[in-house]
């Protein structure tokens, strides 16, 4: 079983930035798929982006892309989503994930997909 945890969510205003980290333990997430969802008050898990495990497939939701920017770095165990131009409905819980060991270019956006979830760090954007 892959620990997740979330961090780097706060509060911001309307326009700016912030960087979301995402450290694995327990095992190597180097062949493992995994991504990013968010959860807004009221409102269903929806995904946010995804990234194959060697970096080479990538995909994102229609309302970040353009704005958001999914990374990993496999020899930290880690993965990251640059966030810019936040936008208040941006507000939400976000959550990493993980797959089980996957093929590359697999770029899951169901969250049953994934197996493994941290517990979610807020990000709050202000108008």
């Known amino acids: 079983q892959v620990q997740l945890v979330e961090s780097g969510g706060g509060l911001v205003q309307a326009g700016g930035s912030l960087r979301l980290s995402c450290a694995a333990s327990?095992?190597?997430?180097?062949?493992?798929?995994m991504g990013w969802f968010r959860q807004a008050p009221g409102k269903e898990r929806e995904f946010v982006a995804a990234?194959?495990?060697?970096?080479?497939?990538?995909a994102y939701a229609d309302s970040v892309r353009g704005r958001f920017a999914i990374s990993r770095d496999n020899a930290k165990n880690a993965m990251y989503l640059q966030m810019n131009s936040l936008k208040p409905e941006d507000t939400a819980v976000y959550y990493c994930?993980?797959?089980?060991?996957?093929?590359?270019?697999?770029?899951?956006?169901?969250?049953?997909?994934?197996?493994?979830w941290g517990q979610g760090t807020q990000v709050t954007v202000s108008s």
């Open positions: 994930a993980a797959t089980p060991p996957s093929r590359d270019y697999y770029t899951p956006r169901k969250s049953t997909d994934f197996d493994s």
């Open positions: 327990g095992r190597t997430v180097s062949n493992y798929a």
């Open positions: 990234m194959s495990w060697s970096g080479r497939g990538s």
